[in-house]
């Protein structure tokens, strides 16, 4: 049985990051196991028409003491680009276009409900209750919608579209499909970097993930090799994986691990990946946290649809219109209209001739199974007949991430649902035995589904395991 000092399970950016912290300490007595064949977990970016696109974390988010920001920029990876704020066309799905100008006032009304809604959690909720978002920004708006009823000019249904696309940035942010589903407390427990909250990478997360990994010798690594179980009733602590190339089993020893499996992942194999199986108060943890599905749409086109004035096109879906798809029978949709959750499609500023646009929950996973011509069509009719003063062309492609059926990531990013809290996220992190270390987005709750928090949270696994070692 072969010996190692620490084993970590994932090449993701918290198993990456541990690696790191470990070689500069001088600890280089560690394997790292990747199941699948490649490094960035939830991070990977592909190439595309010369340039690439990321079917996975895609943002460096805050720039003010964000290390991620700031290794990025010591390796020269920002994207140093000025993007100038465009102009977005607005429309309802009857393609009834909307005064831009008016729209964003209205955004910008809406926002003001999110921003308060901090002091209002800090302020006026108890510890322990079970508020979530949606009800509260429901009846904050119910307000905003009283005190406008009165003007004679302004389209409820309008004002409610709008609300309902800010709602629908929300879920993206979260992973969480049901903003009643979204705890308050734990929503408000979320911290920022200070800064710029969209900075990109000139090529990508790839080349900072590849910077990582040269640091990292061949002989530490292991890809292609699935840990089936981690057995930590004794030490050392045996691990039992298989080689997915030939089916061999192999076992290792080892005196630490550090798993940066996904929630998604712990969900459902906690109970095989560990022996004997995690204390009850891990496993309620484990349970009770939300892991959501974000999947995104890459609409790419023959050339760039607008010239630099514009990010893109809003749909902003009204209740009280009626809405078909020619094509919803061709493709025996007339059951499920998916593409209602389709509203926001963005310009990618590296590819201006590709839009993306993301797409959250059940509807997220039903796109993944459809047929791409059906996609093809479906949004193609969309957008034509949403916009049709356009006159947009037929999209040549579209890309789409499925992470659903990433057998392990099995979904996005994690958030703190009604009925679970951050002591949920604590006790997750938590250590057995002083062995085994968690680490990856869903451990940290100040910077959960974020790049950094991965980050962050693998070099403090491997900090405590090299303050054990010294001892």
Known sequence: MEKTKILIVGAGMSGLSACLKLIETGNTDFKLIEASDRIGGRINTISFDKSYIEMGAQWIHGTKKNPIFELSKSLNLLDDKKIVE??????????????????????????????????????????????NIGSLLDDAFIKILKRLKTNENINIEVLKSIYKSRCNEEKVDTACEDLRRLSALGWNEYEYFDGEQYTRLKYGYLKLLEYFFAQIPAKNVLFNHLV????????????????????????????????TCSIGYLKNYHYKLFSPNLPL?????????????????????????????????????????EFN????????????????????????????SVLVCFVVGKDAQFIENLDEDCLLDVVSELLNKCFFKLNLPKPKKIIRSKWSQDKYALGSYTYVKIGSSIRDVKELQKPLNNSIFFCGEATNYKYMGTVHGAYITGRDAANKIIRMIKK
């Open 86 to 131: 465009g102009s977005v066309h607005y429309a309802s799905q009857d393609g009834t276009q909307l005064n831009e100008d008016f729209v964003e006032k209205i955004f910008d009304k809406i926002e003001n409900i999110f921003d308060n809604l901090e002091d209002l959690i800090e302020n006026e909720l108890e510890d322990d209750c079970e508020e």
């Open 228 to 259: 089936t179980n981690i057995d930590w009733s004794e030490s050392p602590l045996k691990i039992s994986c298989i080689n997915q190339s030939n089916k061999d089993k192999i076992e290792l020893a080892c005196d630490f691990v550090i798993n």
């Open 281 to 321: 108060e891990k496993i309620k943890a484990i349970e009770n946290l939300g892991f959501g599905l974000v999947n995104k749409l890459f609409v790419c086109f023959d050339k760039p649809l607008f010239n630099k004035n514009y990010e893109g096109l809003k749909i902003l879906w009204r209740d009280d219109i």
């Open 325 to 352: 798809l020619d094509c919803d029978k061709k493709w025996n949709m007339e059951e499920n209209k998916f593409y209602r959750s389709l509203d926001n499609f963005e310009v990618l500023p590296n590819l201006p």
